[in-house]
């Protein structure tokens, strides 16, 4: 496609409830990215693919989120027994290229799934 | 902690005025910096980007920022603002020993009145 595609577009879950976001990067796109966005607040790292490895999950903030990659395109993030603080904007980012030739290409953000956990 | 400050939270601005916004970061050795822009109702977009050489950046737009090691500053400037520039500007940054992650700042909001 054109760009990062993100499904759903907005996703109301209620407490305890299990989602899965999913993440359509650019076609061929080998770096893909998980940011979740507070309210009033800048993206904050969650994981990183490189086709299908995941090669850095250090911003997952509970055992509760998870995110795969399995054939290398397509990225779901997984949060189970959601929680309120879980609310805010979940953003993909992909890339043509790993490492410095991708930041020198900027990333491709999508649009982002809005959670709101009640 | 914050790694990477922006001083203004909400910046309002008449057009043909002159734009500062700061940041500022807290790491230590080679850091690759960015600043990326959200219009209303749209994706994040990269405006510009230093990563060696000269350190008075040019982007899209008319807008550049300037790297001032000794400040761990990277402030991005407009001469003259437009209506058009009206977004969310978020400043970033990669940690060279950190791969490809970048780490933004809470953002500003910079609204232009007409």
């Known amino acids: 496609g054109a760009g990062v595609s993100q499904s759903p577009r907005y996703k109301v879950a209620k407490r305890g409830q299990d989602v899965a976001l999913r993440c359509d990067p650019i076609s061929g796109h080998v770096s893909l990215f998980w940011y979740q966005q507070a309210l009033g607040q800048g993206p904050e790292f969650l994981t990183y693919?490189?086709?299908?490895?995941?090669?850095?999950k250090s911003g997952l903030p509970s055992d509760r989120f998870f995110a795969e990659r399995p054939e290398g395109s397509v990225s779901t993030l997984k949060i189970q027994r959601t929680q309120q603080e879980d609310s805010a904007v979940y953003l993909c980012?992909?890339?043509?290229?790993?490492?410095?030739?991708?930041?020198?290409?900027?990333?491709?953000f999508g649009s982002g799934t809005r959670l709101t956990v009640v | 902690a914050q790694s990477v400050s922006q001083h203004n939270h909400h910046v309002i601005l008449s057009e043909a005025a002159s734009l500062e916004l700061g940041c500022n970061y807290s790491y230590g050795g080679t850091v690759n910096l960015f600043w990326y822009v959200q219009y209303p109702g749209q994706h994040l977009q990269l405006l510009l980007k230093y990563f060696s050489g000269d350190p008075l950046v040019k982007g899209i737009k008319g807008f550049e920022a300037e790297f001032i090691k000794s400040k761990f500053s990277f402030n991005l400037r407009k001469p003259s603002v437009q209506w058009s520039d009206t977004a969310e500007y978020f400043c970033a940054v990669n940690r060279y020993s950190s791969a490809s992650k970048i780490i933004f700042g809470s953002g500003t909001r910079l609204s232009i009145r007409p």
């Open positions: 693919f490189q086709n299908e490895a995941q090669l850095d």
């Open positions: 980012a992909s890339s043509s290229r790993t490492g410095t030739g991708g930041l020198s290409d900027g990333y491709t």
